[in-house]
DNA sequence: TCCATAGTTCGTATATCGTGAACTACGGCA
DNA sequence: TGCCGTAGTTCACGATATACGAACTATGGA
């Protein structure tokens, strides 16, 4: 089992913090983990809006969150604590993490039914059944 | 030469933002788009950084951005007249885009020497080589 | 030592991305 | 009208990334 990668806050990019989040599952883990105010178990966030992440892509998704420098992950025990880097990159980026976490919070309350996929925009929905007939 | 496809507001999603402003040429387009008080064509937008985007992915590119509700184009003859939809979109989520602006311009401010990759980590890059040896 | 729990890694099917080649749409110009 | 040039799109395909089940690893008890 590899050590857990953390990069220095200062190659933290845009384009990864982006990247990471653009995913709704990324995003709703992120999401619940920076309203806390203490550590949270990969298991405890592993329910994304009403269905459950299987285990080997909540893996894969914390690692990403965690290479994009967006979450700390500690080996606790038989556990892992995950905690957010929201100060650090408050830091170096001042409001963009405020600015996602707010917009994503508009959008669900603005849309209570959830549209089934998302990361694929609805345009490319129309276009994928244009092209399946 | 199917119409152009733009998303209602309402339609507009943050995945959506996120995920085309996750990537570099992207992102380089929009905020060059975004710094100009009139509309560009595609080619006027066609470097980025120090490279020259191919046509066919710059039309992607476009694509993506204009499904992302980012931007709206218009034909006008024989080029394109694009625009940022920055306005709807502060409206929808209000300081979304200045904020990754913003930090895309500090980001580039900070780090003069452009590291080749992005929006694939430096810890990426690294694990790959670890698994090539 | 054995088991349960929490999480990781591997393998593979699937989807997305980047790009050259071919194509379409429009505007001159003869 | 037909032909050409320019701007951008679509297609095809190889490279890359993603999701998830199965197998595995580490840790903490009993």
């Given at each position: 089992m590899r050590p857990l990668f953390h990069p220095a806050i200062d190659d933290v990019t845009v384009e990864g913090i982006l990247h990471a989040?653009?995913?709704?599952?990324?995003?709703?883990?992120?999401?619940?983990l920076a309203g806390l105010d203490c550590a949270a178990t990969c298991t405890?966030?592993?329910q994304a809006g009403d269905r459950t992440i299987p285990k080997s892509s909540l893996s894969q998704h914390f690692r990403v969150l965690r290479e994009a420098g967006l979450v700390r992950s500690e080996r606790a025990g038989v556990e892992m604590h995950n905690t957010t880097r929201c100060a650090e990159i408050e830091q170096r980026f001042p409001g963009?993490?405020?600015?996602?976490?707010?917009?994503?919070?508009?959008?669900?309350?603005?849309?209570?039914?959830?549209?089934?996929?998302?990361r694929r925009t609805a345009a490319a929905s129309v276009r994928k059944k244009a092209k399946a007939r």
């Open positions: 989040l653009s995913d709704p599952v990324r995003a709703s883990i992120y999401a619940r405890a966030l592993q963009l993490i405020p600015a996602i976490l707010n917009a994503h919070r508009m959008q669900i309350a603005g849309a209570p039914p959830p549209r089934p996929p998302a």
